[in-house]
T-cell receptor, first 120, second 110 residues
Framework: GAVVSQHPSRVICKSGTSVKIECRSLDFQATTMFWYRQFPKQSLMLMATSNEGSKATYEQGVEKDKFLINHASLTLSTLTVTSAHPEDSSFYIC????????????????FGPGTRLTVL | GEDVEQSLFLSVREGDSSVINCTYTDSSSTYLYWYKQEPGAGLQLLTYIFSNMDMKQDQRLTVLLNKKDKHLSLRIADTQTGDSAIYFCAESYAGNMLTFGGGTRLMVKP
């Protein structure tokens, strides 16, 4: 089946630095990718929708200048956490839907394995 | 906005059945999903149900949907220790964006 990878799987950084997280669809093209954030013992919150060839769409309350999203190609979206602070520490997960099936089943979402960010 | 709620915790003995419940508010939901998240890992789609269905069975998993009450449940038969994880229900409307519940932590005792 389709696979979505994320890199790195874990990152520890100092406060004030920027961190880039990559999300790749390995054997399919994804014009859209989604970025979620998960706080410890909490659910996933949609942060933004990454669109290939256009600007990302951010959810209310998510700072677009803080969380930069670039959908560089049909298989790669990057999330850059700029000037990271300890409150940005979280588990970040991306997902990519397969192309619309047009049938009576949902478009399958493939989730990446997640990236755990720890900001010291 | 949409709201999806789940109970936080469920503990069962190995071999028993587990029932995880979920309620949602968006009546326009088209699909409802159950995802499994093991410690430190991403999400694994377990099953989904189309909103015009009442029940779906897939091996040990049974999904029941009461659209009138906006209530979704996941039953795991013969629960095993490997089923210990966090289970998220989610809903979507004809598209790809998912709204997740808070997750139910299932603990299976030997």
């Amino acid at each position: 089946g389709a696979v979505v990878s994320q890199h790195p799987s874990r990152v520890i950084c100092k406060s004030g630095t920027s961190v880039k997280i990559e999300c790749r669809s390995l054997d399919f093209q994804a014009t859209t990718m989604f970025w979620y954030r998960q706080f410890p013992k909490q659910s996933l919150m949609l942060m933004a929708t990454s669109n290939e060839g256009s600007k990302a769409t951010y959810e209310q309350g998510v700072e677009k200048d803080k969380f930069l999203i670039n959908h560089a190609s049909l298989t790669l979206s990057t999330l850059t956490v700029t000037s990271a602070h300890p409150e940005d520490s979280s588990f970040y997960i991306c997902s990519a839907p397969e192309e619309p099936s047009g049938g009576e089943r949902p478009d399958t979402q493939y989730f990446g394995p997640g990236t755990r960010l720890t900001v010291l | 906005g949409e709201d999806v709620e789940q109970s936080l915790f469920l503990s069962v003995r190995e071999g028993d059945s587990s029932v995880i419940n979920c309620t949602y508010t968006d009546s326009s939901s088209t699909y409802l999903y159950w995802y499994k998240q093991e410690p430190g890992a991403g999400l694994q789609l377990l099953t989904y149900i189309f909103s015009n269905m009442d029940m779906k069975q897939d091996q040990r998993l049974t999904v029941l949907l009461n659209k009138k009450d906006k209530h979704l449940s996941l039953r795991i038969a013969d629960t095993q220790t490997g089923d210990s994880a966090i289970y998220f229900c989610a809903e979507s409307y004809a598209g790809n964006m998912l709204t997740f519940g808070g997750g139910t932590r299932l603990m299976v005792k030997p």
